[in-house]
Structure formats: structure tokens, C-alpha cells
């Protein structure tokens, strides 16, 4: 491309920068003025007429102006408040709590569960126990083949029957020499504990629950042959659910036994579990970062199972900041600040993010309870220019 090809484009793009910029900035044309451009230049940028531009090129550099000639817009608009002063929608400041607060992921447990195993070796004769079944606590729920323990039993009795015949007759002999006399009763007290034995095996043949609890699938069938290490059936007792989550270090102070959680389920959507922290780990995990928390969620409608996963959900108080709308906050090379409105002057105001919430962001500035900070309309807001505020307009008409 030519040079003055080059240099003509440039031109135009120099002017139609400098168009915009006195569109949009009303105080832009008074300032070329002062910097010399000729009002009727200025005119041409803005699509005012001469006249107008003339008297504040004349008013700009200290002259009069002629009688009768119309007095700058800018002066007017600043003296009235009118078609100068920028339309805004402004919502006032509140004050809000920082909700600091803990999400995680945590896995559901019994407050009980037991594996119920035999507590001797032998066939399963009968099973008195379904899934899904309740169950108290010494129910039995299945048998073992006690044939031999039954033998054992009636041979304990025998032999503690003689045992008690011969240690009576030995106690009315004055014949009998005192040594065997002890010797008998010796016998008895031995044979006694003999049908405690076979007593106590025969009841081992039972397979009993160790605590009130529900059923789970049952492992085994009639007919199998079990030792003490086979399952049999698993107990849970659900009337509460226990969560295992973790917590982040930062929270190892903040967590106390006790605290309010709120627990969800997949497996339950839209409803919401209260529950507490009923136990903290001791220590924090080097690998992770994390601590150990357990909470106890009720489960008395028996809603929840074992297993299942839980979104968590802990809330701590925080701290107090003024609450603004989303759209208030701006950002330029310094950072973010807000418009505040003040005497109809527009303030930029410094502030810090503290917080995002949906609906409103907490932040940390000169701002307090009540103060009018501009929401929309805030492309041609300049700092210290005048400001109408729309929601005052249609007040006042």
C-alpha cells in the first residue's frame, strides 16, 4: 500500500475515534475547545450546530458571548441537572454474613454392623432367618446338627447322677474312711461341670444374633457345612447412619462435636438430612492435608442404607460485610470498585471481594448500610459527573 494510502486510513480512524469519544463523553467537545480545535470542527464531530459550538469556544477561552447567543450545554446541563447528567438505576447498600462453609463427600456406615459367623463347626440343619428381616438381639437365626452335643448332654447327666447317689451314700457310711467321702463329693462337683459343658456346647449349635439389627442376604443354605470362620448372615442396625467425611486443615479448629450437618443422597434427591458432628479424628492427615470428621445422621423413617454416598454440608458464622448487587462491580487497571451516588455526583469507590453469592458480592470498602451505589447505565458514568437516578425520577413525577 502506498504511503498516502496508509496515512489517509489513518486519518480516518484518528476521526472516527475522536467522533466517539466526544459521543459518549459530554465534557469531551469543552475540552477540545480549550485545547484549541475550532468550534465549528467540534460541531462537525458532534452533529451540533456552529452557533453553539462558536459560544463555548468563547466561554472556554475567556470571552463573552455575543447577546442573545444560546448558553453551552455543558453549563446548562451542570446548572439544571438536566440532559447532561447521566440516567442510572442505583440499589442501596446492605450488609450481609460471610457463610463460610464446608462441602465434601463422605460414605454412609451402620451405627452397628455385625457378621454373624457359627460359633462351632458343623451342617446347617435349619435357617430361621430372611432378608430384610428384623431382628432382636439373642434371635436365633439358624442351627447346626447337634446330635453328638444331645449325646454328650444325656451322658453328663448319667454320669452326675451317680456321681450324686455315691456321694450321698459315702455321707451316711460311718464306715467309710473321710478321704473317700471327699473323693465322692470331688466327683459330683465334676460331673456337674461336665453337664455345664455339654449344655454349653449343645447351645453353641444355635446361631444367634448379637444385636438388635436387619438382616442383609443370608450366605448359606440348609444342608452346607460351616466352620467358625464361614458368614452367615450380616446385621445392620440402621436407626442412625454414620458419615465419614473430610475436612480440609484449615477447618481442624472450626469443627466442633456437636455442630449442625446437613447431609443429601443421590439415592433420595431433594431432601435434605440434619445431622452432627459426633466425633474428630486426633490427627491430620500428612499425605492429604485432610482431617477425619464422623457425623451421626438420624434415620428413623429408615430411609438411608449403608454404603451410600452423601454430599455433606457444614455452616460456620462469619464475618459482617456490606452486600452489593452483581452488576455494581466494575473493574479498571487498579482493581474493582463500585459507582456511589452522592449529592447526584458519581464516586468511584474502592473495594475488595470478599464473597460471591448468587445474588449479591460481599465486599470490603468505604461503603455502609443504606449508600446508593449505580447499577445500570454505567457506561457514560465519569467520576464526579452528575448522575439522575431513575427510581428518584419516577418518584417525583
Known sequence: MRIWKQLLASMVVMLVMLGLWVYLVPS?????????????????????????????DQTAKGEPAQPGAAAPASAAGQRSGGPRAVLVAAEPVAIGTVNDRLSAIGSGYAIQSV?????????????LVSSGQMVKKGDVLAR????????????AQVALKSAVEKSASYRNLQSVARL?????????QAAKLAVSAAEFNLKR?????????IAGIVAVNVGDNVTTQTSVVTLDDRSAILVDFWAPERFATAIEPGQPVEATSIARPGRVFQGAVEAI?????????????????????????????????????????????????????????VWQIRDNKSVKTRMRIVQRNPDSVLVDGDLKEGDQVAVEGLQRVREGGAIRMAGAEVASQ
Open 115 to 127: 457378621v454373624v459367623m457359627p460359633q462351632a463347626t458343623g451342617t446347617i440343619t435349619d435357617i
Open 180 to 188: 473317700d467321702v471327699l473323693d465322692a463329693q470331688i466327683a459330683e
Open 28 to 56: 469531551a467537545g469543552d475540552s477540545l475547545i480549550r485545547m484549541g480545535m475550532p468550534g465549528q470542527a467540534v460541531a462537525l464531530l458532534r452533529g451540533a450546530p456552529a452557533s453553539t459550538e462558536a459560544a463555548s
Open 281 to 337: 479424628d486426633n490427627r491430620i492427615d500428612a499425605a492429604s492435608r485432610t482431617m477425619r470428621i464422623r457425623a451421626r445422621v438420624d434415620n428413623a423413617d429408615d430411609q438411608l442404607r449403608a454404603g451410600m454416598s452423601f454430599g455433606v454440608l457444614v455452616r460456620f458464622a462469619g464475618e459482617r460485610f456490606p452486600s452489593v448487587d452483581p452488576l455494581a462491580v466494575q473493574w479498571d487497571a487498579e482493581g474493582s470498585f
Open 205 to 213: 449349635r444355635n446361631i444367634v444374633a448379637p444385636i438388635d439389627g
Open 144 to 155: 447346626l446338627d447337634d446330635d453328638e452335643q444331645l449325646i454328650e448332654q444325656e451322658k
